[in-house]
């Protein structure tokens, strides 16, 4: 039996994004849906993952999550820059959109169930922090994959920076972190950011052959395998974590995120100060 329905996350044309949500027998989708912004996650897009996730874990048949963008060319193009003018002007509401980004990671890092990521095109910023937190990844050739915080001066949630950090290691993060550039799906699966590479024009085939092959498995031996790696990776100490959210927040206080979000409004290179 298959289900089908839609969370429609918004009513108006400044915010034209939502989640859709539907079940095709035992693997539940969720689809970043706002084609006209590159799949952009908007605010109220943000706020309405962890509703999707919850969605889907509440039916019984449901045993895999398949997180994709719409549409057959983008996954998703990061957050919705668009919206920042509003949700970024000051330091306090920067930090609460943030806290929906945190929330929306978390409710699939958490997710009772195995989590899949299928990829294609754009998979950048935030959209990266969502594929990153999930249990696995698969893409193909036209996926590119980046972290533009450093020409935005945004900081980000320093539990999505561990979720990238896990999968490729210090030096790796540091280096899509720092140079904001873009790579290739093949350079993402040798750098162990994605697991698998579909063959061109086979993607979602791919994925739907291995979402049903895992949901065959046993599910308490695969929740049983998912808790144990989670805990043997997981490693922020809580006196770290507070500094790292005392980094990120004290980017949103700055000049250089004021400066980063009038660039690119303006269309221009922004001019860091560091302060």
Same mark, same amino acid.
């Given at each position: 039996m298959s289900t089908a329905s839609t969370t429609?996350?918004? $009513?108006?044309?400044?915010?034209?994004?939502?989640?859709?949500?539907?079940?095709?027998?035992?693997?539940?989708?969720? +689809?970043?849906?706002? !084609?006209?912004?590159?799949?952009?996650?908007?605010?109220?897009?943000?706020?309405?993952? !962890?509703? $999707?996730?919850?969605?889907?874990?509440?039916?019984?048949?449901?045993?895999?999550?398949?997180?994709?963008?719409?549409?057959?060319?983008?996954?998703?193009?990061?957050?919705?820059?668009?919206?920042f003018e509003t949700t970024h002007r000051e330091p306090a509401s920067a930090r609460a959109y943030e806290a929906s980004n945190t929330a929306a990671f978390a409710a699939l890092r958490n997710c009772p169930l195995p989590t899949l990521a299928m990829v294609r095109g754009?998979?950048?910023?935030?959209?990266?922090?969502?594929? $990153? +937190?999930?249990?696995?990844?698969?893409?193909?050739?036209? +996926?590119?994959?980046?972290? !533009? $915080?450093?020409r935005l001066g945004v900081g980000y949630p320093p539990s999505a920076i561990a979720d990238v950090t896990r999968l490729i290691g210090p030096s790796r993060a540091k280096l899509l972190y720092f140079s904001a550039r873009?790579?290739?799906?093949?350079?993402?699966?040798?750098?162990?950011?994605?697991?698998l590479l579909a063959a061109d024009g086979a993607l979602e085939e791919e994925t739907t052959t291995l979402a049903r092959e895992i949901a065959t498995r046993a599910p308490l031996t695969i929740k049983a395998s998912k808790t144990a790696i989670d805990a043997l990776t997981a490693s922020l100490a809580p006196a770290d974590l507070l500094r790292c959210e005392a980094l990120a927040n004290a980017c949103f206080d700055s000049a250089d995120f004021a400066e980063g979000r009038t660039a690119f409004m303006e269309k221009r290179d922004p001019v860091f100060q560091g302060r």
């Open positions: 429609d996350t918004a $009513a108006n044309a400044t915010a034209p994004g939502r989640i859709s949500v539907w079940r095709d027998g035992p693997i539940g989708w969720i +689809a970043i849906d706002n !084609p006209a912004r590159r799949n952009a996650v908007g605010l109220a897009m943000w706020e309405a993952l !962890p509703k $999707a996730v919850d969605q889907l874990c509440a039916e019984a048949e449901t045993r895999i999550i398949v997180l994709r963008g719409a549409g057959d060319s983008i996954f998703v193009a990061g957050a919705d820059i668009s919206e754009f998979c950048l910023g935030g959209g990266l922090g969502l594929a $990153a +937190a999930c249990d696995m990844r698969i893409a193909d050739s036209t +996926a590119r994959f980046g972290i !533009p $915080a450093a873009r790579i290739t799906a093949e350079t993402a699966l040798e750098f162990g950011l994605i697991d």
